[in-house]
């Protein structure tokens, strides 16, 4: 045993703020809804229905969670968020077909009450989306001390002890870090001159820290992982995670690709290609979004595979990554791999992947479980980088200068090692017999 962190009770309510109402945000919120009112379990989310094991295996020790860490309760949620096109959670719902009408009913009086806040948007970064509710501030200052106002007034309205803001809408427009990220001082006076290069979710990252408020990014805009924003969430002791949620093709990849590597099997080359019809697939549509989200994609295979150790296996990967808008399938998207492997004496191989599976069904949990756990990290006195968290992003961040971990496996015994560690358990390795 070794020494527990000290963590604050989760005690009240946790408001959940949402920049992007839509279908990701509005199938969290309808998931959790039917979860109070039904006891079922809230499938895919790690932080409700796994288990983790404390100690030697013949202590047979292994609690869930949720029970084993002092977080918050389903209960104790309350939700919100701001978004540019839905004016409630129910209509977001019913707009994004992920859920049907039958299963809205029993809650779509409580979807209904979740009014979205007009949205600080910018057409320049989605330029697939026309907005029409959104702030009328068209100083960048201005619209983030309206964002400010909002947090503020949500908080008193909904009597919430605590708040998390989980970043729920589109993919922004692709763009590198510029001068105006290097500092706070430079961020600032970017916004106080509406610098062309800030985007609207680094307004939102900014109005969260200023207030307190823990954000993690599910998408792979450039907003959290700027020198700024990581050296405001350090000064104002605000814990921040990102970037892009791991749903559906990347959460496959980093399945598939550890367990190739463990056999040193060779990849020539790696085909993905994704259909998808709900609002994400509009905004991909457009090159200068799809490119954001190129980026991310591409990224998985190099750290998990180590082509600069394995060169012979992994030196010359063809890695392709497509995307195409397809209206009819909605958030039922459907995605293809093909992976060209090698094995003994080069013979050449095929693994064939489909996956079809609804979008936002895979997002929610996510959404929830960084809700749950960033506002642990906040209450166990966490700012900056929550690494320990990459096991649910398709970019992860790290807080060091080293490459992020992208095999889900090693994420995975990170993140119940944080918790263990936190409580005064000893991290597992799996070196010892029992």
């Given at each position: 045993?070794?020494?527990?962190?000290?963590?604050?009770?989760?005690?009240?309510?946790?408001?959940?703020?949402?920049?992007?109402?839509?279908?990701?945000?509005?199938?969290?919120?309808?998931?959790?809804?039917?979860?109070?009112?039904?006891?079922?379990?809230?499938?895919?989310?790690?932080?409700?229905?796994?288990?983790?094991?404390?100690?030697?295996?013949?202590?047979?020790?292994?609690?869930?969670?949720?029970?084993?860490?002092?977080?918050?309760?389903?209960?104790?949620?309350?939700?919100?968020?701001?978004?540019?096109?839905?004016?409630?959670?129910?209509?977001?719902?019913r707009h994004a077909g992920v859920m049907k009408d039958a299963d809205l009913a029993a809650i779509s009086g409580e979807?209904?009450?979740?009014?979205?806040?007009?949205?600080?948007?910018?057409q320049k970064w989605v330029s697939r989306i026309e907005g029409v509710r959104v702030k009328t501030e068209t100083n960048?200052?201005?619209?983030?001390?309206?964002?400010?106002?909002?947090?503020?007034?949500?908080?008193?309205?909904?009597?919430?002890?605590?708040?998390?803001?989980?970043?729920?809408?589109?993919?922004?427009?692709?763009?590198?870090?510029?001068?105006?990220?290097?500092?706070?001082?430079?961020?600032?006076?970017?916004?106080?001159?509406?610098?062309?290069?800030?985007?609207?979710?680094?307004?939102?990252?900014?109005?969260?820290?200023?207030?307190?408020?823990?954000?993690?990014?599910?998408?792979?805009?450039?907003?959290?992982?700027?020198?700024?924003?990581?050296?405001?969430?350090?000064?104002?002791?605000?814990?921040?995670?990102?970037?892009?949620?791991?749903?559906?093709?990347?959460?496959?990849?980093?399945?598939?690709?550890?367990?190739?590597?463990?056999?040193?099997?060779?990849?020539?080359?790696?085909?993905?290609?994704?259909?998808?019809?709900?609002?994400?697939?509009?905004?991909?549509?457009?090159?200068?979004?799809?490119?954001?989200?190129?980026?991310?994609?591409?990224?998985?295979?190099?750290?998990?595979?180590?082509?600069?150790?394995?060169?012979?296996?992994?030196?010359?990967?063809?890695?392709?990554?497509?995307?195409?808008?397809?209206?009819?399938?909605?958030?039922?998207?459907?995605?293809?791999?093909?992976?060209?492997?090698?094995?003994?004496?080069?013979?050449?191989?095929?693994?064939?992947?489909?996956?079809?599976?609804?979008?936002?069904?895979?997002?929610?949990?996510?959404?929830?479980?960084?809700?749950?756990?960033?506002?642990?990290?906040?209450?166990?006195?966490?700012?900056?980088?929550?690494?320990?968290?990459?096991?649910?992003?398709?970019?992860?961040?790290?807080?060091?200068?080293?490459?992020?971990?992208?095999?889900?496996?090693?994420?995975?015994?990170?993140?119940?090692?944080?918790?263990?560690?936190?409580?005064?358990?000893?991290?597992?390795?799996?070196?010892?017999?029992?």
């Amino acid at each position: 045993m070794t020494e527990p962190r000290t963590i604050a009770p989760a005690s009240g309510k946790l408001g959940l703020l949402m920049p992007g109402l839509g279908a990701v945000a509005s199938t969290l919120i309808a998931g959790v809804l039917h979860s109070r009112q039904t006891g079922e379990a809230p499938l895919g989310s790690v932080s409700q229905m796994a288990h983790i094991r404390l100690g030697k295996r013949e202590e047979n020790r292994n609690p869930l969670i949720r029970e084993f860490v002092p977080m918050a309760e389903l209960d104790d949620l309350v939700f919100g968020g701001w978004d540019p096109l839905s004016p409630n959670a129910l209509e977001a719902a019913r707009h994004a077909g992920v859920m049907k009408d039958a299963d809205l009913a029993a809650i779509s009086g409580e979807l209904e009450g979740v009014v979205a806040m007009d949205a600080v948007f910018d057409q320049k970064w989605v330029s697939r989306i026309e907005g029409v509710r959104v702030k009328t501030e068209t100083n960048k200052m201005e619209q983030a001390e309206a964002l400010i106002a909002d947090i503020e007034r949500f908080r008193t309205e909904n009597n919430c002890d605590r708040l998390v803001m989980v970043w729920c809408g589109s993919t922004e427009a692709f763009q590198e870090p510029s001068a105006v990220h290097a500092s706070i001082e430079a961020f600032e006076e970017g916004l106080r001159n509406s610098d062309d290069n800030i985007s609207p979710s680094q307004i939102y990252a900014y109005a969260a820290l200023q207030s307190g408020v823990p954000f993690a990014n599910g998408a792979p805009n450039l907003t959290t992982d700027l020198d700024c924003i990581v050296e405001l969430s350090k000064r104002e002791g605000v814990p921040i995670a990102g970037k892009d949620f791991k749903t559906g093709q990347t959460l496959i990849k980093t399945l598939i690709a550890p367990g190739l590597k463990s056999r040193m099997l060779g990849i020539r080359g790696w085909y993905s290609t994704n259909i998808l019809g709900n609002r994400d697939g509009e905004v991909l549509d457009a090159p200068e979004n799809f490119q954001t989200k190129e980026n991310s994609k591409l990224g998985v295979l190099d750290t998990i595979l180590q082509p600069e150790v394995y060169p012979s296996l992994y030196g010359e990967i063809d890695h392709k990554v497509r995307i195409d808008y397809y209206p009819p399938r909605g958030d039922e998207k459907e995605g293809w791999d093909n992976i060209d492997i090698f094995g003994w004496l080069g013979y050449p191989m095929q693994i064939k992947i489909n996956l079809l599976a609804r979008d936002s069904i895979l997002a929610a949990p996510i959404v929830l479980d960084l809700a749950l756990f960033m506002d642990l990290a906040a209450r166990a006195g966490e700012s900056g980088v929550q690494e320990w968290l990459s096991f649910y992003f398709k970019a992860p961040q790290s807080a060091t200068v080293n490459d992020p971990e992208h095999d889900i496996f090693i994420q995975q015994t990170k993140l119940k090692n944080t918790l263990r560690e936190w409580m005064g358990e000893v991290p597992v390795t799996h070196s010892e017999a029992g």
